[in-house]
């Protein structure tokens, strides 16, 4: 019944498009000529054999069910892009949102391990000397990662030890989440709610994880992070600048945490109880979707869902003309799985019928010496022929229609691609700079430097913090501890620890490492095989390790990103969703460079390392461009939405960083 409704709103609004207007109106119009003919055929019908009559009607009915398969095509098409789109966009924000979120698990677990903040909580009553480190401290972090609006720390007893928004060490907390028995667990808690400490009546997003020390409680860290600019920065990507699509974030019971329009989902406000489906339900002319996440690295947060909503007239209106442009061919090829075999092969079928009618019916005429039926004959022939051209058309504007449809879902894909990619490589880039600075692998490279007794000791507990970090960051194969002289220290995988004591094998990184000055600064390896990736091709970050005081290099810290997993991941969850399984199988998803290299894919048709002949289009890099072209890859033509990747907040923006990597979502054509 549900999908009955669908039909019949659709019908009315897909026939209502000028242009079908237009072709429906023809049918109508050489149907009723049709019929018309046929009735005056029957009065000059003597000694005509009557078969030959009752088969231009049947022939007449079968150009009538041609016409309703082509409209049944058509619907079929809307429907499917409208529920495509809105599934994409309904499971994208909350899996962005997820993905972002794992992260600050993460860190909060992380910097509760911090000995500066550990020494400053152990302080019953610090001093201006003391509190100017711990801020100097925090701050390095925030500015690193510039997701957080502040990080706060608290004493057992629940008052302000120090924090970064406000320095008022006699306020007192009195909120029920720091009551969580998950805290004395050594659990951390998420929290989304109001907040004492903060401005009243504002929900603020926290990550809170007790401080121990030799089984002690020293205190609370609290992670305030910036979720309604991190939100507002979702719907901005997929809006794509239309607002035809409404989206919220919303819990279990339906209350609006965040969305992109206030008038339908107003902040806080409760509105009815999602339940996240397949497929979307209509209400009031709108297609609705509810989605909860997919989870990433296994954690999948709040019970939080993802909806949104379009309005079906919307949705045709979007796609009711082609968006190809100009330098693509928008003819679609016989062998294209784009080409609709069937339709063109039933308008042919009939043409052929009706032509096989009137040619026995001219051989029955002259037989029966009966001239005057063959001006009916005639009248029936050129009204084929013009039914023939007229879904000829017809056929011709669903083929636009589906390559506008496939092209907005290569777009689709394309972008959040990019975004993701962007947004993963982002905290790469925070986490080798932060852990540059950790105290244990500063002393331990301090040791190396300076031969000191204590080395060895200190060689354990670096590795020891190196394997705390990847088994909470689990996006690594490997974090290296690498000294002046190119030494490798200590390593986080226990599987690789043969290379401890050995040579660092990429010099030329290594030493544009150590020309690094400041603290917010990185380097990037390209992306190449290497031995620490078992000589697959891999992105590594590297940060020097510094004495914080004058700044001398001790060493530097290397971390392995696993990217082959990793961007499959991306490519896999933000492919292009098509229902017809032999376009999906035509279809892929890759990220390239700008010379063609092809970093991932999500099918064995594109091999990472494989380099693409690319059109011109592509080897001039400008951040933020994307658009249409076409692409030869292996001797097949492809039509291909590309995005050329444009960073994330500051990264590859702001931080000298480089990095010309373009997101390919591409059909065979």
């Known amino acids: 019944?549900?999908?009955?409704?669908?039909?019949?709103?659709?019908?009315?609004?897909?026939?209502?498009?000028?242009?079908?207007?237009?072709?429906?109106?023809?049918?109508?119009?050489q149907d009723l000529w049709w019929t018309t003919v046929a009735m005056v055929g029957k009065i000059n019908n003597q000694n005509i054999d009557p078969q030959l009559l009752v088969s231009i009607v049947e022939t007449q009915e079968e150009f009538q069910r041609l016409r309703d398969k082509m409209m049944s095509a058509l619907i079929e098409r809307y429907e499917s892009q409208a529920k495509s789109d809105l599934q994409l966009k309904t499971q994208a924000i909350i899996d962005i949102i997820n993905r972002n979120l794992f992260e600050r698990t993460a860190d909060v677990g992380f910097?509760?391990?911090?000995?500066?903040?550990?020494?400053?909580?152990?302080?019953a009553s610090p001093d201006e000397t003391q509190k100017h480190a711990i801020h100097k401290r925090l701050a390095e972090y925030v500015a690193k990662y510039t997701v957080?609006?502040?990080?706060?720390?608290?004493?057992?007893?629940?008052?302000?030890?120090?924090?970064?928004?406000?320095?008022?060490?006699?306020?007192?907390?009195?909120?029920?989440?720091?009551?969580?028995?998950?805290?004395?667990?050594?659990?951390?808690?998420?929290?989304?709610?109001?907040?004492?400490?903060?401005?009243?009546?504002?929900?603020?997003?926290?990550?809170?994880?007790?401080?121990?020390?030799?089984?002690?409680?020293?205190?609370?860290?609290?992670l305030n992070f910036n979720f309604y600019d991190e939100m507002?920065?979702?719907?901005?990507?997929?809006?794509?600048?239309?607002?035809?699509?409404?989206?919220?974030?919303?819990?279990?019971?339906?209350?609006?945490?965040?969305?992109?329009?206030?008038?339908?989902?107003?902040?806080?406000?409760?509105?009815?109880?999602?339940?996240?489906?397949?497929?979307?339900?209509?209400?009031?002319?709108?297609?609705?979707?509810?989605?909860?996440?997919?989870?990433?690295?296994g954690f999948k947060g709040l019970p939080w869902l993802g909806e949104a909503s379009l309005d079906v007239k919307a949705a045709i209106h979007n796609h009711q003309s082609s968006a190809i442009q100009d330098e693509c061919n928008e003819q679609i090829d016989e062998q294209s799985p784009l080409f609709l075999h069937e339709l063109t092969q039933t308008n042919l079928m009939v043409k052929n019928l009706l032509l096989i009618v009137i040619l026995n019916g001219k051989i029955n005429s002259l037989k029966r010496e009966v001239s005057a039926f063959l001006p009916v004959l005639e009248s029936f022939q050129e009204i084929s022929q013009t039914i023939s051209d007229t879904f000829n058309r017809f056929i011709n504007h669903l083929h636009n229609v589906i390559l506008n449809i496939v092209t907005t879902k290569l777009e689709n894909s394309a972008l959040l691609s990019a975004e993701?990619?962007?947004?993963?490589?982002?905290?790469?880039?925070?986490?080798?700079?932060?852990?540059?600075?950790?105290?244990?692998?500063?002393?331990?490279?301090?040791?190396?430097?300076?031969?000191?007794?204590?080395?060895?000791?200190?060689?354990?507990?670096?590795?020891?913090?190196?394997?705390?970090?990847?088994s909470l960051y689990t996006v690594y194969t490997n974090l290296i501890l690498i000294d002046n002289d190119h030494n490798i220290i200590a390593v986080s995988n226990p599987s690789e620890s043969h290379w401890v004591g050995s040579k660092y094998q990429h010099k030329h990184d290594l030493e544009e490492c150590f020309k690094i000055t400041s603290s917010q600064a990185y380097k990037v390896s390209d992306f190449s095989c290497s031995p620490y990736y078992d000589n697959k091709p891999t992105y590594i970050y590297y940060a020097p390790v510094k004495e914080s005081k004058t700044n001398q290099n001790l060493g530097a810290i290397a971390i392995v990103f696993d990217s082959e997993p990793q961007f499959k991941a991306i490519l896999d969850d933000f492919a292009p969703d098509f229902m017809r399984d032999s376009l999906a199988a035509a279809s892929f998803s890759a990220f390239i460079d700008s010379k063609g290299h092809v970093i991932s894919s999500n099918t064995?048709?594109?091999?990472?390392?494989?380099?693409?002949?690319?059109?011109?289009?592509?080897?001039?890099?400008?951040?933020?461009?994307?658009?249409?072209?076409?692409?030869l890859i292996n001797d097949t033509l492809y039509l291909c939405y590309f995005f050329m990747s444009k960073g994330y907040r500051e990264f590859k923006n702001e931080d000298g960083y480089s990095n010309h990597v373009i997101a390919l979502a591409g059909i065979r054509k």
């Open 111 to 123: 910097l509760t391990e911090d000995q500066s903040i550990k020494d400053f909580l152990s302080i």
């Open 232 to 297: 507002q920065g979702i719907f901005d990507t997929l809006n794509m600048g239309s607002s035809a699509y409404k989206m919220r974030l919303t819990d279990q019971h339906g209350t609006t945490l965040a969305s992109n329009n206030s008038g339908a989902y107003p902040v806080l406000k409760t509105q009815g109880k999602p339940k996240s489906t397949k497929n979307p339900l209509i209400q009031q002319s709108s297609l609705v979707l509810a989605r909860e996440t997919k989870g990433y690295e």
């Open 604 to 631: 064995n048709n594109v091999q990472a390392g494989q380099k693409l002949k690319l059109p011109e289009k592509l080897t001039k890099f400008t951040a933020g461009e994307h658009g249409i072209v076409e692409v």
């Open 148 to 222: 957080y609006d502040d990080i706060a720390l608290i004493k057992p007893n629940f008052t302000l030890a120090y924090s970064l928004e406000q320095a008022d060490t006699t306020f007192h907390f009195n909120d029920a989440f720091l009551q969580d028995r998950r805290l004395q667990q050594g659990q951390f808690v998420e929290y989304f709610g109001p907040c004492s400490f903060y401005k009243p009546n504002t929900h603020h997003l926290l990550y809170v994880k007790a401080i121990i020390q030799d089984n002690d409680l020293l205190g609370y860290l609290m």
């Open 420 to 470: 993701i990619m962007d947004r993963n490589l982002y905290e790469r880039a925070n986490d080798v700079r932060w852990w540059s600075l950790d105290e244990q692998l500063i002393a331990c490279l301090r040791a190396t430097l300076h031969n000191s007794n204590e080395f060895v000791n200190l060689q354990v507990k670096a590795q020891q913090t190196l394997t705390k970090i990847n």
């Open 1 to 29: 019944m549900q999908h009955q409704n669908n039909n019949d709103i659709l019908t009315k609004l897909i026939a209502a498009l000028p242009e079908v207007k237009g072709y429906l109106s023809e049918l109508d119009n």
